[in-house]
């Protein structure tokens, strides 16, 4: 099956050297970049790009999906309050039809906004599972674990996962990958961790867990275990290049070092951080200088409350300059690094997406040039980052394959997903 | 002439109260808001809005229309070097022509994303007057003034800021005024700066001026003239309830005092000031808790880069929250105050816009409540600060006029704005 993406005005390739390419044309043969230059030809579907800045689709490291139900039921609150008195209770609520709808509506919102991978973990995994599936969109699904120290739970937990593992079959796009996700390390016991770990080593596979996210955290750890979380999961044989930490706002230098060290990488979530007031921002210059990978995340909607990485860049370089008070760290290319390429290695897919090249799996955006945002054209890249929202895509294409076409979805029935939704929300 | 909002499916007032109506019909006369109730009627336009969220225009109480020119076009560079290689080199190029259409452009973007009232200072000011009549927009347009300390432009500036008044004819809507715009403590002297109100009080006219942006402005300010900023401007009898300081990123507790006690405004542009690291966060907090009245700005293109509010309103929140480690400040309501009513004293215009209550001006948005970031609806005000841009705005209606239906604009030439600013940008 071909596809052309004749006369892009402008492709962002995301390559090596960051190449900029004018008036190319883009084949795309059984879901593959086979051909990027002039006057290519295809008997498949073409598309004119004549107006259209061309990229990678985004690539959201660190969300829940389904918690796009809970889209300001509770904001402005602290973090263990917003958990305790709204999240908790809303989620008891929850079965797989509601997981499924939910999940649903936040890959929809993605779709639209120019994501074309994600990383999630939640409950109900086979619901997240069958959904996404459905959608054709490319991500990961972790099997969410909390075991609270209760060894009966460490047992039921690992089990539910060898469950999990055994019922998750691939299918022949390979597009939906299964992840383990232990919450966090006050969460999991140290049973779990070991055992989620060599599971996933059994396995090869990767582990998404929360790290190091609030002060409080720290806190807790150096008293409770007399070491930072990243020095503790570092102890227990926990990091390697399969560790996928989400947050890793509060770091030592020290800790910076067993990252590096281990082949560890860091999903980022500006926004989830600032919004739930974690305390620091995430050491952003100093992971780079170390050249750990870094991808970007939004976090669930419940915590963000969008899931569109378009205005997360531009958090993104807008926390860091303040942060450091520097206006030149986390320039525009920085930033789109992350949310492309960046995000492609924190996921080990490097090779595979996160760049326009050839050889590479036709993951790719459509942008109308035409679009306030985007005029004038002094420079593309910034224009992305920090003029640019979401609804400026209208076209997601993934695995060569169209998912939205001209802002209309091709894989989502939009107006049952929506009823669904609404139909939830006024239940909680 | 007669327009009916029928079947609002919720209007956030932003009165007194917060009151959030359901299901009401808005009746608006010769562009003043007549009624708020069910079942009325009119004989003229009817626009259904049971799909719409309907709540006041935004107002953007700082900017540089103008500059949209130059989006893009120095990202990532220190105020000094942003200024001295791209920006004023740029700005020296422009010309009535170009200041006409950079202005027209800017109030698209404006329109398009639910602003209904700007605040602009820049060069060229009756250019800018004449585009913005041209649209039936709301706004302040200032004469912006620079002497740096040299007398001959003392007196060249407020002989072309008397002229500026002269040839400013108001028309019947008086939708267009006039302020001063002296560009700050820094860059104007005593002398500029004395004349300047002298001649704003004269005429019963505002004053729109930078102040204590920078670290860096207030330790010069401190070693030329013995003062920081604000108690500068005191000491030289500057300050009064006309007096509209932008930015005032930082500021003492004893100039918080005596800001509150001339009466003075603020304008908050936190994008921009994060963008640009000017060193630290407005502090939002003390001056609600002084109950100082503060607005939202967006500041210009080339420092934001967008004009979207809704965005705007979303990294204020952010960043205080970041600033002060605490979730619970800078709430979705607290943020929506800043863009509405907030920004309605800041301008004095508090009788008139920022609500929408009975005998005020109908300055009104749509909102298209079937749009992703509006769904689930467990919170409009949190779906509108937390979740929404600019892009779910579909109708903008400024005195009872519509400047937007249904994402069309209806008093400016889109196709023309975008050809004139990209030929002006090629050129730069």
């Known amino acids: 099956m071909e596809l052309l993406l004749k006369n892009c005005a402008q492709v962002l390739t995301q390559d090596k050297t960051r190449n900029i390419l004018k008036d190319t044309d883009i084949l795309i043969k059984d879901g593959i ?34 918690m796009s139900l809970f889209k300001g039921y509770g904001d402005d609150m602290p973090l263990d309050r917003w958990l305790q008195e709204k999240i908790w209770p809303a989620e008891a609520k929850l079965d797989d039809g509601s997981v ?27 619901a997240v599972l069958s959904a996404a599936r459905s959608t054709d969109i490319r991500g990961f699904v972790a099997y969410g674990m909390i075991d609270l120290g209760n060894p009966e739970k460490t047992e039921s937990e690992i089990k539910e996962a060898n469950l999990f593992l055994k019922n998750f079959k691939s299918d022949k796009t390979g597009l939906i990958r299964p992840m383990l996700g232990p919450h966090s390390p006050y969460t999991c016991s140290r049973d779990l961790l070991e055992k989620t770990k060599k599971l996933a080593r059994k396995n090869n596979l990767q582990i998404h867990i929360h790290v190091s996210e609030t002060q409080k955290e720290i806190d807790d750890s150096i008293k409770a275990k007399g070491m930072r979380p990243v020095e503790y999961l570092n102890d227990i044989g926990f990091l390697d290049k ?16 067993l990252i590096k060290k281990s082949g560890a990488r860091i999903s980022h979530n500006p926004t989830s951080n600032m919004k739930l007031a974690t305390g620091g921002a995430m050491p952003l210059k100093e992971l780079m200088d170390a050249k750990i990978p870094v991808g970007l995340g939004t976090d669930g909607s419940a915590s963000n409350n969008s899931l569109d990485l378009m205005g997360e860049m531009k958090v993104c370089a807008l926390l860091h300059k303040f942060a450091d008070n520097d206006p030149e760290t986390a320039s525009a290319q920085t930033v789109l690094d992350l949310a492309t390429i960046g995000g492609a290695k924190v996921l080990g897919l490097e ?29 593309s890249v910034s224009n992305i980052v920090y003029s640019a929202t979401g609804s400026c895509v209208d076209t997601t294409i993934v695995n060569g394959k169209i998912l939205m076409e001209n802002k209309i979805l091709t894989t989502i029935d939009q107006k049952t997903v929506i009823e669904k939704v609404k139909e939830f929300a006024s239940k909680i």
Chains 1, 2 share one sequence.
């Open 33 to 66: 970049i086979k051909e990027l230059g002039k006057n290519l030809s295809t008997a498949g579907k073409i598309i004119d790009c004549k107006d259209k800045l061309v990229m990678p689709g985004l690539i959201n490291t660190h969300n829940h999906l389904a």
């Open 351 to 379: 090779d595979k997406i996160g760049s326009i090249e050839i050889g590479k799996q036709a993951d790719i955006i459509l942008i109308d040039l035409n679009d306030t945002t985007m005029i004038p054209d002094h420079n």
């Open 242 to 257: 399969n560790t996928i930490m989400a947050h890793a706002c509060h770091l030592s230098e020290d800790e910076i070092a």
């Open 100 to 126: 499924r709808y939910g999940t649903l509506f936040a890959l929809m919102e993605m779709i639209k906004t120019g994501t074309t991978c994600f990383s999630d973990m939640y409950l109900s995994s086979g």
